[in-house]
Nanobody, 120 residues
Framework: QVQLVESGGGLVQPGGSLRLSCVAS????????KGWYRQAPGKLRELVAR???????NYADSVKGRFTISTDNAKNTVYLQMNSLKPEDTAVYYC??????????????WGQGTQVTVSS
């Protein structure tokens, strides 16, 4: 059974840093696209960062230059390094893996989410 487990969230002051981790089981994430999403209260879920199997990345404009997505294939883990955090970054952050099946459909796998709160 596929499972993604996020960790690393917490309370941090503006300008601080956090590193989120997402450990996957039941799926080898290295061969799929992976991403971090977030959802703030009253807002829709949004893509924060994404990394493909070949290492290409893209980021939401709001986090460019501050966040970095990376993977450790040996640990089957994806990370999100968040620097220069702002109160606007406060949200529940979710790990995602998109699997393209043999019949061409896309199946999304999601973690349970980890809360990030940026406040003084």
């Amino acid at each position: 059974q596929v499972q993604l487990v996020e960790s690393g969230g917490g309370l941090v002051q503006p300008g601080g840093s956090l590193r989120l981790s997402c450990v996957a089981s039941g799926i080898t994430i290295s061969i799929y696209d992976k991403g971090w999403y977030r959802q703030a209260p009253g807002k829709l879920r949004e893509l924060v960062a994404r990394i493909t199997s070949d290492g290409s990345t893209n980021y939401a404009d709001s986090v460019k230059g501050r966040f970095t997505i990376s993977t450790d294939n040996a640990k089957n883990t994806v990370y999100l390094q968040m620097n220069s955090l702002k109160p606007e970054d406060t949200a529940v952050y979710y790990c995602n893996t998109k699997r393209i099946t043999s019949i061409g459909s896309i199946r999304d796998y999601w973690g349970q989410g980890t809360q990030v709160t940026v406040s003084s």
